[in-house]
């Protein structure tokens, strides 16, 4: 009997979890065979990407700088454990759902009998004027790159008579990480005489009048305090409304001609939300409000058999909450293993499960050095105990992606690597 051929697009969290659930099931090679599809040679862990980011700013070697970037990083063609996955690397055009084909940049057409679809998000401007051209975003590899050589431009530049402004926009996850651990950082630049104390301001702006609504009260007490005993100007309250060469325009949330505010920013870093992934728009699925492809409670594509998706660019309704998860390499982990399942039930022609979904995620946040805010089970913690759970939930995911002790190999030298920033 031929082989039931599965292309997954996308080789991100969603991706890579489906297919080493497949290996691990033992049908790639008898009952199916797998391609990931994807624009890019490595698949990038982006819970690392703040440290590759904001760390080797000074007097560190060009070594140390590369593998901190490089430590996010997993080459697909080096990836142990996918051994009978093809991997093409290239940019997916279009899915012609009728011929069951992918095409390619390059026009070659690849065929399925399965589709996974899980492209991921894009970063989103909301038609803010300036910023794409003047604001970095931290989405990728290349992102943390050019984030970290402008910082290490200013660093160089910066005096306590002459201060430089970092200003980042949106303090969701990502951006409250980024934002501690930039500056614990420069903090510790000043200790160690690098950096002249105040020659780098900082400022979080969020539209939002009360900031780090993802954590419990009490934890989000602690957080604000963390931040600014680290220096950080916190600014909620304040929406961008334009970005140019050196400032950041931004008006109070009610959204008042007089209460527009224009702060310096040498380097303006915006992480305030995503979008929709630009192929997943153009595909005919249903979608929601969000432009997110809405499942049905097997994992399947509204009105598509043979087509799944999950993570950050579907949405499935959760039915303990009656809403869509957040868009999260937890989520999308989790989601990814429950549908992998599926899908060998799908090629086997048994019926599809429903949907095994939590009542709540844990979450953590890091702030900065060894310190981090978070709920796992509904106990909160705090500082070092939730730094320790964040940096174990990291292992829990190299652990089900790679062979046991490639896992804690790569474990182990992050650990090792990233802790270099907080001394
Ligand atoms: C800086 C940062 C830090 C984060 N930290 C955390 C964290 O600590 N914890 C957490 O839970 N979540 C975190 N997230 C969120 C998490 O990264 C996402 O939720 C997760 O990546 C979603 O997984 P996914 O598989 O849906 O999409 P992705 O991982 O984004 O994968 C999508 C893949 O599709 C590929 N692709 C897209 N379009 C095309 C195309 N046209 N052709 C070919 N390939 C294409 C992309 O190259 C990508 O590899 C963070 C995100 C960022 C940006």
């Not at 780098?200 to 609504?213: A, G």
């Not at 939300?273 to 153009?282: E, I, M």
């Not at 039930?345 to 939590?358: D, E, N, S």
């Amino acid at each position: 009997m031929a082989q039931a051929r599965v292309v997954i697009l996308g080789g991100g969290f969603a991706g890579l979890v489906t297919a080493r659930h497949l290996v691990k099931s033992g049908v790639v090679g008898k009952l199916c065979e797998v391609t990931i599809i994807d624009v890019g040679k490595a698949h990038v862990y982006t819970p690392w990407l703040y440290e590759a980011a904001t760390g080797a700013l000074r007097g560190e070697t060009q070594m140390s700088k590369a593998k901190m970037l490089e430590m996010c990083c997993f080459g697909y063609d080096r990836l142990p454990g996918f051994r009978h996955i093809r991997f093409i690397q290239n940019r997916i055009e279009s899915v012609d759902l009728t011929a069951k084909q992918i095409l390619l940049d390059g026009k070659r057409q690849i065929p399925y009998d399965v589709l996974v679809v899980t492209l991921g998000a894009e970063p989103n401007y909301f038609g803010i004027p300036g910023l794409p051209e003047h604001a970095l975003v931290l989405k990728r590899l290349e992102d943390a790159a050019k984030i970290h050589e402008a910082i290490v431009r200013l660093v160089d530049k910066a005096t306590a008579h002459n201060p430089k402004y970092i200003t980042i926009a949106g303090a969701g996850p990502n951006g409250v990480e980024f934002v501690s651990e930039l500056a614990n950082t420069l903090r510790i630049l000043e200790r160690r005489e690098k950096l002249e104390t105040g020659a780098i301001k900082i400022s979080l702006l969020d539209p939002s009048p009360e900031l780090f609504t993802i954590l419990a009260p009490s934890l989000r007490k602690r957080a604000i305090k963390r931040l600014e005993r680290l220096g950080v100007d916190l600014k909620p309250g304040l929406r961008v409304s334009e970005v140019s060469q050196g400032f950041v325009k931004a008006f109070t949330a009610t959204g008042k001609h007089q209460d527009v505010v224009q702060l310096p920013a040498d380097l303006c870093v915006w992480s305030a939300g995503v979008k929709f992934n630009s192929l997943v728009g153009s595909l005919p699925f249903l979608k929601d409000d969000r432009g997110r492809i809405v499942l049905e409670n097997t994992y399947m594509v509204a009105s598509h058999p043979g087509v799944f998706a999950a993570g950050d660019c579907a949405a499935l309704v959760n039915p303990h909450t009656e809403r869509a998860d957040p868009q999260s390499a937890q989520v999308a982990h989790y989601q990814a293993h429950d549908l992998a399942k599926n899908i060998v039930r799908y090629i086997q022609g048994r019926p599809l499960k429903v949907a095994h979904l939590p009542k709540r995620w844990a979450f953590f946040s890091a702030l900065g050095g060894t310190v981090a805010a978070g709920t796992l089970g509904g106990i909160k913690f705090w500082g070092y105990s939730a730094f320790v759970l964040r940096r174990l939930s990291d292992l829990y995911y190299f652990y089900y992606l790679l062979p046991p002790f490639s896992a804690l190999r790569v474990w182990l030298e992050g650990v090792r690597l990233y802790h270099k920033n907080d001394r």
